[in-house]
C-alpha cells in the first residue's frame, strides 16, 4: 500500500556515527549535491572552488569540499520522513578584507510519494535549493533542482537510481549518495555553461545532468557494483569516470 513521506528541513546529524545504527532494518543513503566553481575567481574578483569533481562527504561548513552552495538529503529507507539541509562555503573578494556565509534556502518541491509493488519500494521526490553571493546586496541566485526517482529491492540486493539535475547550470554541479559504510558513489555531474553575469538570473531550468542507472548491494545496504544499460563496472571503475572529468570543457556529460 502507498504512502506518503513527511518531508522538512533540519541540519542531519551524519557526524554522529551512532545514527547510522540500523536496528529496525533502515538504511541510510544521504545523497549530497553541490554546485562549485572550479575556477580560481568566481567572476567580479570573488574567489572559486579551484578544484575539481569530489565526492569527499563534507559534514560541517569548515570541512571538505568548498562549494557555493552544499545540499544534503536525508534519503533513509523504510522511514516515513525525508529531511534536507543546505549552506555555503566562504565568500571572499580578492581586494576586499574578511569573508561572508550565505546560508541557502531549501525545500521539497513535491509532495514525496512512495510507492509499493512486490518486493520493491519506489521513492519520488524533488528538492530546489538556491543561494546567492552574500557580498553582493541583491545578487541572483544559483539555483539547483533535482528529481529523484530511487527504487530499493531488498531481496535483489539493488538500487536503482534515475532522474535529473535542472538549474542554472553555472557553475559546476555534482551530485553522489553514500551507504551505511560512508562509501561514496556519483550520481552525476554537471559542466557549467556561462558565466555569473549571463547565467545565474531567474529560476533556470536548464540540464544539468540525466541518469539512469542500478547499483548492486549487499545484506547491510553497501555499494558493490553498479549496472548501466548493459556495462557493469566497479565502485572504483565507476567513481573514476567522474573524477577524472575536467569541468573547465564547458560542455554536459
Known sequence: MASSPQV?????????????????????????????APFNYFGGGFHGDRRSYSNVRSYTND??????????????????????????????????????????SVNFIDKAKLRESGN????????????????VPGAPNIDVFSDFSITENKKAGTLSISGSLTGDNFPSTEAFISDPSGQNLFIGVGFYQGSPFSSLDGENKRDITNFNFTVTTDK?????GVKAGDTNYSIKDWNKMFLSADPHKNKKK
Open 120 to 135: 520493491s519500494k519506489t521513492y519520488d521526490f524533488g528538492t530546489h535549493v538556491k543561494g546567492a553571493n552574500p557580498m
Open 220 to 224: 547491510k545496504g553497501n555499494f558493490t
Open 63 to 104: 570541512t571538505g569540499p568548498s562549494a557555493r552552495v552544499h545540499q544534503v538529503i536525508n534519503f533513509d529507507t523504510d522511514k516515513t520522513t525525508m529531511t534536507t539541509t543546505a549552506w555555503s562555503s566562504e565568500t571572499s573578494h580578492r581586494f576586499l578584507p574578511g569573508s561572508m556565509r550565505e546560508t541557502p
Open 8 to 36: 522538512g528541513q533540519q541540519r542531519p546529524p551524519f557526524n554522529n556515527p551512532i545514527n547510522f545504527i540500523d536496528k529496525d532494518g533502515r538504511i541510510p543513503y544521504p545523497i549530497t549535491i553541490r554546485a562549485f
